[in-house]
Protein backbone atom coordinates (compact mmCIF):
# COMPACT_ATOMS: atom_id res chain seq x y z
CA UNK A 1 0.00 0.00 0.00
CA UNK A 2 1.94 2.96 -0.97
CA UNK A 3 1.87 5.74 1.54
CA UNK A 4 2.43 9.22 1.48
CA UNK A 5 2.22 11.05 4.89
CA UNK A 6 3.10 14.97 5.16
CA UNK A 7 4.04 16.62 8.05
CA UNK A 8 5.50 20.30 9.37
CA UNK A 9 2.58 22.49 8.91
CA UNK A 10 1.08 25.14 11.37
CA UNK A 11 0.70 28.32 12.04
CA UNK A 12 3.33 30.86 11.00
CA UNK A 13 3.98 34.89 11.23
CA UNK A 14 4.74 36.54 8.57
CA UNK A 15 8.88 36.62 7.78
CA UNK A 16 8.92 33.31 9.39
CA UNK A 17 9.73 29.65 8.19
CA UNK A 18 8.67 26.12 8.06
CA UNK A 19 9.87 23.17 6.83
CA UNK A 20 7.34 20.62 5.54
CA UNK A 21 8.29 16.77 5.17
CA UNK A 22 6.53 13.76 2.85
CA UNK A 23 7.70 10.33 4.34
CA UNK A 24 6.96 7.93 1.77
CA UNK A 25 6.42 3.96 1.95
CA UNK A 26 5.16 1.16 -0.57
CA UNK A 27 6.91 2.86 -3.75
CA UNK A 28 10.23 3.13 -5.57
CA UNK A 29 10.60 6.74 -3.89
CA UNK A 30 14.14 7.00 -6.24
CA UNK A 31 11.82 6.46 -9.72
CA UNK A 32 9.69 9.27 -8.94
CA UNK A 33 9.94 12.76 -10.23
CA UNK A 34 7.65 14.23 -6.67
CA UNK A 35 5.32 17.71 -6.18
CA UNK A 36 4.23 20.05 -3.71
CA UNK A 37 1.07 21.70 -4.58
CA UNK A 38 -1.26 24.23 -2.58
CA UNK A 39 -5.04 25.25 -1.98
CA UNK A 40 -6.02 28.66 -0.71
CA UNK A 41 -9.47 28.47 0.69
CA UNK A 42 -11.53 29.16 -2.06
CA UNK A 43 -9.08 28.84 -4.94
CA UNK A 44 -7.71 26.08 -7.55
CA UNK A 45 -5.00 23.81 -6.55
CA UNK A 46 -1.62 24.91 -7.68
CA UNK A 47 1.82 23.45 -8.36
CA UNK A 48 4.22 24.38 -5.84
CA UNK A 49 7.48 23.01 -6.80
CA UNK A 50 8.51 19.56 -8.43
CA UNK A 51 12.11 17.76 -8.17
CA UNK A 52 13.21 14.91 -10.71
CA UNK A 53 13.90 11.58 -9.58
CA UNK A 54 16.84 9.85 -8.30
CA UNK A 55 19.51 12.49 -8.56
CA UNK A 56 17.29 15.86 -8.30
CA UNK A 57 18.86 17.17 -11.40
CA UNK A 58 15.93 19.13 -12.48
CA UNK A 59 13.83 21.47 -9.72
CA UNK A 60 11.23 24.07 -10.52
CA UNK A 61 9.45 26.23 -9.10
CA UNK A 62 6.00 28.44 -8.75
CA UNK A 63 6.94 31.79 -9.29
CA UNK A 64 5.29 33.33 -6.36
CA UNK A 65 7.92 31.41 -4.39
CA UNK A 66 11.19 31.32 -5.89
CA UNK A 67 13.86 32.32 -3.70
CA UNK A 68 11.94 31.75 -1.01
CA UNK A 69 10.65 28.04 -1.04
CA UNK A 70 13.31 24.85 -1.35
CA UNK A 71 12.67 21.87 -1.97
CA UNK A 72 14.53 19.06 -1.63
CA UNK A 73 14.72 14.69 -1.69
CA UNK A 74 16.09 12.25 0.55
CA UNK A 75 16.19 9.02 -1.72
CA UNK A 76 17.70 6.89 1.24
CA UNK A 77 14.91 7.84 3.61
CA UNK A 78 11.94 7.68 1.03
CA UNK A 79 11.35 11.46 2.21
CA UNK A 80 10.46 15.22 0.45
CA UNK A 81 10.84 18.09 1.97
CA UNK A 82 9.98 21.56 1.10
CA UNK A 83 11.75 24.74 3.38
CA UNK A 84 9.21 27.81 3.61
CA UNK A 85 11.22 31.16 4.14
CA UNK A 86 10.06 34.69 4.24
CA UNK A 87 5.96 32.99 4.51
CA UNK A 88 3.75 35.49 3.65
CA UNK A 89 0.04 34.99 4.33
CA UNK A 90 -0.84 34.19 0.18
CA UNK A 91 1.08 31.52 1.07
CA UNK A 92 -1.89 30.16 3.61
CA UNK A 93 -3.03 26.41 2.45
CA UNK A 94 -3.40 22.98 2.33
CA UNK A 95 -0.12 21.47 1.29
CA UNK A 96 0.04 18.25 -0.87
CA UNK A 97 2.43 15.88 -1.17
CA UNK A 98 2.49 14.38 -4.42
CA UNK A 99 4.53 11.24 -6.69
CA UNK A 100 4.53 11.62 -10.51
CA UNK A 101 4.25 9.00 -13.26
CA UNK A 102 8.40 7.98 -13.18
CA UNK A 103 7.94 8.11 -17.02
CA UNK A 104 6.53 11.74 -17.00
CA UNK A 105 8.97 14.82 -16.64
CA UNK A 106 8.85 17.23 -13.97
CA UNK A 107 6.78 20.67 -14.29
CA UNK A 108 4.81 22.66 -12.72
CA UNK A 109 2.23 23.59 -15.34
CA UNK A 110 -0.04 20.56 -15.87
CA UNK A 111 1.67 18.85 -12.99
CA UNK A 112 -1.86 17.44 -11.88
CA UNK A 113 -1.93 15.03 -14.90
CA UNK A 114 1.52 13.66 -13.84
CA UNK A 115 0.72 12.56 -10.43
CA UNK A 116 -0.09 8.89 -9.46
CA UNK A 117 -0.20 9.07 -5.42
CA UNK A 118 -1.21 11.53 -3.66
CA UNK A 119 -0.80 12.79 0.14
CA UNK A 120 -3.09 13.92 2.19
CA UNK A 121 -2.21 17.40 2.93
CA UNK A 122 -1.03 19.65 5.90
CA UNK A 123 -2.13 22.98 6.64
CA UNK A 124 -0.10 26.14 6.54
CA UNK A 125 -1.15 29.20 8.25
CA UNK A 126 0.30 32.45 8.10
CA UNK A 127 -0.74 35.15 9.90
CA UNK A 128 -0.23 38.88 9.22
Known amino acids: QVQLVESGGGPVQAGGSLTLSCVTSGLLFYDHPMGWLRQAPGKEREGVSC?????????YYAEAVKGRFTVTRDNAKNTLYLYMANLKPEDTGMYYC????????????????????WGQGTQVTVSS
Open 98 to 117: AALNPVRLCSIPAMEEKIVY
Open 51 to 59: ISATRSETI
